[in-house]
């Protein structure tokens, strides 16, 4: 019973291009969130929403914007995808209130060459 | 900004082993905590929260445990096995306003037949 799902599993992408990468989730929760994962430096917060068409920054926005439509869909851009984007995204979502831990999806290796 | 850090990297048991990994908050004002499994390839999992009224919590094999004088969490699996093997993340929260979760960088738990 998968909750959140992101489009692609793996992505390759060329220097410059834009880059999109989608994620849905069926559990009507308010949140969702971008995040990033390296090795050693763990998950940061790119960007988050907390209603249709509201976001709000996270720790790294740079190079990244998102857009959100409708409640279940969430997208992350990346305008003109460089090197240093090469990471894995992890996309989640979590009820309105605090106090409820995320739903992740499984991720997105994103590879720009 | 303020972090959830981890005392060790990487933990290594034998199958059957009780497993403990640490997890230092720094945000006193935190009331709400959560560990996650990420397995290979996957996307972060819910294992067990607690909030700050609490000092323990069982699961199924799963104990958390807080001490908020000292800002220190600990995750206890019993009878570790080998698809324990995964990286555990330990996550805090102030539950007002829109706060998001602030994840450690994680702990490798290695379980050895």
């Known amino acids: 019973d998968v909750k959140v799902t992101q489009s692609s599993r793996y992505l390759v992408k060329r220097t410059g291009e834009k880059v999109f990468l989608e994620c849905v989730q069926d559990?009507?929760?308010?949140?969702m969130f971008w995040y990033r994962q390296d090795p050693g430096l763990g998950l940061r917060l790119i960007y988050f929403s907390y209603d249709v068409k509201m976001k709000e920054k996270g720790d790294i926005p740079e190079g990244y914007s998102v857009s959100r439509e409708k409640k279940e869909r969430f997208s992350l851009i990346l305008e003109s995808a460089s090197t240093n984007q090469t990471s894995m995204y992890l996309c989640?979502?979590?009820?309105?209130?605090?106090?409820?831990?995320?739903?992740f999806g499984s991720g997105t290796r994103l590879t720009v060459v | 900004g303020e972090s959830v850090g981890l005392h060790l990297p990487t933990l290594s048991v034998q199958e059957g082993d009780n497993s403990i990994i640490n997890c230092a908050y720094s945000n006193s004002a935190s009331d709400y905590f959560i560990w996650y499994k990420q397995e290979s390839g996957k996307g972060p999992q819910f294992i067990i929260d607690i909030r700050s009224n609490m000092d323990k919590r069982q699961g199924q094999r799963v104990t958390v445990l807080l001490n908020k004088t000292v800002k220190h969490l600990s995750l206890q699996i019993a009878a570790t096995q080998p698809g324990d093997s995964a990286v555990y993340f330990c996550a805090d929260l102030m539950n007002s306003g829109y706060s998001t979760l602030t994840f450690g960088k994680g702990t490798m738990l290695l379980v050895s037949p």
């Open positions: 559990m009507d929760h308010e949140n």
């Open positions: 989640a979502s979590s009820r309105r209130t605090g106090g409820y831990g995320y739903t």
